[in-house]
């Protein structure tokens, strides 16, 4: 009965460790950090589709999307830092509520406008350097099975699909890889004032991605809330090219623990 007992007891134990466990790991996620897998291609070649991220979700302070336990102070600035132009951010879109991840363009009070392709800010151009292509193979990507946009269009099914890189460097010299497909109805655009408390978001695949140049009215981003913000995307963890994670095979494994810029 005695070694019975102790048995249980060591049992007991070991369940009480693995339930702490992972109360503590389910509070610290809550607190500071949220999983984000990469659905789309909108903002190749800085993220692709099935990398796997930790959202930093303390880097702004906190907002309505990513106080925990909705017990933040009224402003939640005071803990967090002032977002960035050029910051890689996840936010819940104004009108569908769903998550997205974008670059931050334009800050409150800015003018945006895009002119052929090139950001200007506060008339101020953000230079395009050419770097070459970015090539991947035409072939369905992810869960979703999707077929990625190509410049040299029409491309086969197992061709290469390429795209025009360049290397943008923005006022604050912070610079990034954007792609570009062609002449796009986003690559004009007319001039748009930020709000106060709001923020302008663009995808680096700069010809395929439903961003802050589409109003919401016509199913777009447009403008988005401080409060909408959730964090910053510092460093893709993991990644996996296949339909499941599971097929090891296709993980990506040159993008475990890769910075994003």
């Not at 600035?77 to 104004?94: A, I, K, T």
């Not at 770097?131 to 946009?149: N, R, S, V």
């Not at 408390?197 to 199913?219: C, E």
Request: proline residues 6%.
């Amino acid at each position: 009965m005695a070694k019975s007992s102790k048995k249980s007891e060591g049992i007991g134990e070991t369940i009480k460790t693995v339930v702490y466990a992972l109360l503590i790991a389910g509070i610290f996620r809550t607190l500071f950090f949220q999983p984000f897998w990469i659905p789309s291609g909108s903002m190749k070649e800085t993220l692709l589709i099935g990398d796997f991220l930790f959202v930093n979700k303390m880097a702004y302070g906190y907002s309505q999307y990513s106080c925990p336990f909705g017990l933040c102070p009224i402003d939640g600035r005071l803990f967090g830092d002032e977002p960035e132009r050029g910051d890689v951010v996840v936010f819940r879109h104004p009108v569908n509520g769903q998550d997205f991840i974008k670059r931050l363009i334009g800050l409150p009070g800015d003018k945006v406008q895009i002119r052929n392709g090139v950001v200007f800010v506060n008339d101020e151009e953000f230079p395009q350097e050419p770097i070459g292509t970015f090539d991947e193979d035409m072939a369905p990507q992810g869960p979703q099975q999707l077929f990625p946009k190509c410049a040299n269009a029409p491309v086969g099914q197992g061709g290469t699909c390429e795209k025009e890189a360049y290397r943008e460097t923005n006022a604050e010299g912070r610079s990034y890889t954007v792609l570009n497909v062609g002449n796009g109805p986003t690559d004009n655009t007319n001039v748009y004032t930020v709000p106060e408390g709001h923020y302008f978001f663009m995808g680096d695949n700069r010809d395929n991605s439903t961003d802050s140049r589409v109003s919401q009215m016509a199913r777009g981003v447009g403008f988005v809330p401080y409060e909408n913000l959730i964090g910053r995307a510092d460093r893709v963890i993991f990644s996996s090219a296949g339909k499941s994670l599971f097929y090891i095979w296709t993980w990506r494994l040159d993008r475990f623990f890769e910075k994003v810029e």
